[in-house]
């Protein structure tokens, strides 16, 4: 199979979707790898390491699009590059289709098979491929909050550790899961005040013995978001509801009760975000204020350290993609947890969730498949 890796054209974005090391693997299961030039820039990874590592390079996107059985990559495809999608063609990458349903349309329209990195699932339930980029943007989350928090960027001039005689900052970390955990951990480092909520009670359990007392944890409710959001100097979203649209957790008319200059971190801006008055931001811009409360709502926050990010997310990815590289669209068939990553098959949407938030006809993957 012919393995193609454009550049990402996403803003703000550095990732990329197969580093050398993946590409040496890909090879040694004898596929071939073309590879957009410049595509490695942002992790340092430059054209002479893709050819060393086996790849052939492209002077462009569109000889990529053109040429590939399978294009591999980070962020969801854009506007111009779901026009370059076949229905021959295998598309696996993040998506988030539940927020975007232009997006969702565009893939339809080209009859792509187009395999959710965020919907892959393992044998524990978990999601493997979301989870290192979950890992990243929780712990960005914190660096973000810290940051955002100083007065020349529109903060509260609070410093999330505090100094001695003076007391720390006040984060609420709204969901459990591995975003939530991170953050935590990142929070709990710099020594801030931090409130984990979720509406697990065995999660609360888990992170009260993992933290040893130093995270209070709080059943989820409207009333307790409500309580630890006018008390925080910093509010991370970090609830998922794989393949659907986040909840919306905090309201516009809960802002005015917050501290002037409180900060809310929406992790969640992928699927649309869980905070009402949030809306997608870049790197170069990453904020905005609404009601005195300032707002980080990038879309893709593991872009800001693309060389830890890339790395990381080919671990998780590459056996994932070795199976359909080496089997095609039968790698479906072996894997069920494969198949759940499955969004888009022949014009068809195979993913419920996603259907169900988009308002459209949701088929059953296993039928189009065997068709």
Known sequence: MLIGVPREIKVGEARVGLTPAAVVEYVAHGHQVLVETGAGAGMRADDDAYVAAGAMIA????????????????KEPQPDEWVQLRPDQILFTYLHLAADPEQARGLMESGVTAIAYETVTDSHGGLPLLAPMSEVAGRLSIQAAATALQKPNGGRGVLLGGVPGVPPGKIAVIGGG????????????????????????????????????????????????????????????????PGASAPKLISRDMLPGMKPGAVLVDVAIDQGGCFETSHPTTHEKPTFVVDGVVHYCVANMPGAVPLTSSEALNNATLPFGLALADYGLAALGRDPHLRNGLNVHAGHITYRAVAEALALPFDEPDQLLAA
Request: glycine share 8%; hydrophobic share 50%; net charge negative.
């Open 59 to 74: 002077e462009t996107a569109a000889e990529v699009f053109a040429a590939a059985d399978m294009i591999v990559k980070v």
């Open 178 to 241: 591995v975003v939530g955990t991170q953050a935590a951990q990142m929070a709990v480092g710099l020594g801030a005040e931090v409130t984990v909520l979720d509406r697990s009670l065995p999660r609360l359990r888990w992170f009260d013995d993992m933290f040893g007392g130093r995270v209070r944890t709080r059943y989820s409710t409207r009333e307790a978001i409500r309580e630890e959001a006018f008390s925080a100097d910093a509010v991370i979203g970090a609830v998922l509801i």
